[in-house]
């Protein structure tokens, strides 16, 4: 099969490939096509082709320059990357709208029928009503997959993360406060996962948060009161900024919930001393 037959069947496919092109020294011109099955047509460009298995995972178009100053261009073909949250709750439908924004594909899951719904995660190409072991078996992560564990339950977060570490998933993502990563990590090395292992897992904690009070789809009081939940030391330290306030629903709630705010238009001091203030 030639080459450019093989190519466009490439592209045509959920295969995933690299193509080398020679385009500077003793080689140029000469183009090898090699699979991630294994399949190779063509011959030379060996040193680069050596890299395949690194070039691959890194999922993008690359120039090389080869240890005898010679050029080669690598180029990268495959399906979108894949973003898998577990966890269908407002934050997987953001996530999911940036995946797609990207041109990735999002995938959502979540043991709970009634969360896990077109209707709540609208920006999902796939949903999936599963606990998490099997909800991995069925998408199988590789290495152009990145997860995200979102539900704050132990009973799915910590099955979801021990299984997401026996993957070759290139992200592995967890939101907690820095109370609730140092308990889990004690959770997950007791049920055996090795620290090296979950050195893998990216968790996020965050100093202050700085919020719009009216936001599409999940607005500022939606917001605080999910972070109340997943975080009440974090919401503590919130700054919303608003415009007019008086007399409105909104000033009940800022009243009510004892955040800090900041009126627009204000000015960069106005904000850095709120900031100064939310850290104190």
């Known amino acids: 099969m030639g080459l450019i037959h093989r190519l466009a069947e490439l592209r045509a496919s959920e295969e995933r490939g690299i193509l080398f092109t020679g385009i500077e020294g003793t080689e140029a011109g000469t183009k090898v096509l090699v699979l991630e099955s294994g399949e190779r047509i063509g011959e030379g460009l060996d040193e680069a082709v050596a890299q395949f298995d690194e070039l691959i995972r890194g999922g993008r178009n690359r120039l090389l320059i080869l240890d005898d ?46 969360f896990a719904t077109r209707e709540r995660i609208p920006s999902a190409d796939e949903l999936i009503v599963e606990w998490p072991q099997e909800a991995l078996d069925q ?29 070759e998933a290139f992200y592995v993502g967890a939101l907690g406060s ?21 050195d893998r897992i ?5 100093d202050l ?16 009161r999910m972070l109340v939940d997943a975080s009440s030391d974090l919401a503590r330290r919130v700054i919303f900024v608003t415009g007019d306030v008086a007399g409105t629903e909104a000033e009940r709630f800022l009243e009510e919930s004892g955040c800090r705010w900041l009126g627009k238009p204000f000015r960069l001091a106005d904000l850095l001393r709120a900031v100064k203030e939310g850290l104190s």
């Open 69 to 114: 100053g010679s050029k080669v261009f690598v180029e990268w073909y495959g399906p979108p990357p894949r973003l898998f949250v577990y966890g269908a709750v407002d934050t997987a439908e953001a996530l999911c709208r940036g995946a797609r924004l990207l041109g990735w594909r999002a995938i959502v899951a979540d043991a709970r029928a009634k």
């Open 209 to 224: 948060v700085i919020c719009d009070l009216k936001m599409p789809r999940l607005d500022g009081k939606a917001f605080y």
């Open 202 to 206: 990216r968790t996020r904690s965050f």
């Open 139 to 167: 998408i199988r992560p590789d290495h152009q997959t990145a997860i995200v564990v979102l539900t704050h339950d132990d009973k799915f977060d910590e099955p979801a993360l021990i299984g997401a570490l026996q993957t």
């Open 178 to 198: 820095r109370r609730n990563q140092e308990r889990r990590r004690e959770r997950l090395l007791e049920a055996g996962i090795s620290e090296e292992a979950l």
